[in-house]
């Protein structure tokens, strides 16, 4: 055998430690996957609507639709 004894093993309080580890973790996956949604997608289509509607005619576009027969009560 040996001379020195092996240490004993943590058995107290290992859930608490995991999971304060492993949330922490979370929150910054979580920050970080809400970032680039933010800047990847949310921005982006933000600018695109914006782009499209400074010069959007709403009456041309009317006309044009009832020229080609969409509309029944519009003649």
Request: glycine share 6%.
């Amino acid at each position: 055998m040996a001379s020195s004894a092996l240490a004993k093993p943590q058995m107290r309080g290992l859930l608490a430690r995991r999971l304060r580890i492993h949330i922490v973790g979370a929150v910054i996956v979580a920050l970080g996957a809400a970032t680039l949604y933010k800047f990847g997608v949310a921005e982006p289509r933000k600018k695109a609507y914006a782009d499209f509607y400074r010069n959007y005619d709403s009456m041309k576009d009317f006309e044009e639709m009832r020229k080609a027969g969409i509309f029944q009560s519009a003649k």
